[in-house]
């Protein structure tokens, strides 16, 4: 069973098109997050929710929208794609969003490529 | 300043010896820390996180961490070539991690 899912795993598409990564865990964790991982393998938060509340939102466009129906479900909408959104995105959660040992589990990633 | 540094690396080990990895931190508030392993092409796993000065260990790996220098290590004893992957140490900041840019490290066999 996998922990923290994310479909789809690659997205090829166009300058200016609108698209949607959804993740869902099921590891009854509270808090879920949207990463970005460039080419040059830096990973950088985008976005963190906690039982659905966005509590981390970092310096990220606002063509990125991410809503979170319930608390094992985080979706990344992203529209007018750019160049410079081809990444790959990764979802993760995690048991709390506080500080302390709060490992987080990551899926497998959605490798996003605008043409 | 970045707020966690790593040396990109490659960081290149004979299979056998000991690879040590390092990392800097910026945020003297900082707790909690964690180590990464990346493969190519897949998602980051946890290997170890350390919370308390001195070392932590589990199997080959150990952490070691040093708050007042605001410094932790990886070291990775009796490296196999299957070890050969992105290390990525994460701070945590309150409620997010802030992750280095990750040290490559290739095990020769």
């Known amino acids: 069973d996998t922990a923290v899912s994310q479909t789809p795993k690659y997205l090829v598409t166009q300058m200016g098109n609108d698209k949607s990564i959804k993740c869902e865990q099921n590891l009854g964790h509270d808090t879920m997050y949207w990463y970005k991982q460039d080419s040059k393998k830096f990973l950088k938060i985008m976005f963190s929710?906690?039982?659905?509340?966005?509590?981390i939102n970092e310096t990220v466009p606002n063509r990125f929208s991410p809503k979170s129906p319930d608390k094992a479900h985080l979706n990344l909408h992203i529209n007018s794609l750019e160049l410079g959104d081809s990444a790959v995105y990764f979802c993760?959660?995690?048991?709390?969003?506080?500080?302390?040992?709060?490992?987080?589990?990551f899926g497998p990633g959605t490798r996003l490529t605008v043409l | 300043q970045k707020e966690v540094e790593q040396n990109s690396g490659p960081l290149s080990v004979p299979e056998g010896a000991i690879a040590s990895l390092n990392c800097t931190y910026s945020?003297?508030?900082?707790?909690?820390f964690f180590w990464y392993r990346q493969y190519s092409g897949k998602s980051p796993e946890l290997i170890m996180f350390?919370?308390?000065?001195g070392d932590k260990e589990d199997g080959r790996f150990t952490a070691q961490l040093n708050k007042a220098s605001q410094y932790v290590s990886l070291l990775i004893r009796d490296s196999q070539p299957s070890d050969s992957a992105t290390y990525l140490c994460?701070?945590?900041?309150?409620?997010?991690?802030?992750f280095g840019a990750g040290t490559i490290l290739r095990v020769k066999s």
């Open positions: 994460a701070v945590n900041g309150g409620n997010k991690l802030v």
């Open positions: 350390i919370y308390s000065n």
């Open positions: 993760a959660s995690s048991r709390t969003s506080g500080g302390g040992n709060n490992e987080q589990f």
């Open positions: 929710y906690n039982n659905k509340e966005l509590i």
């Open positions: 945020d003297r508030g900082s707790q909690s």
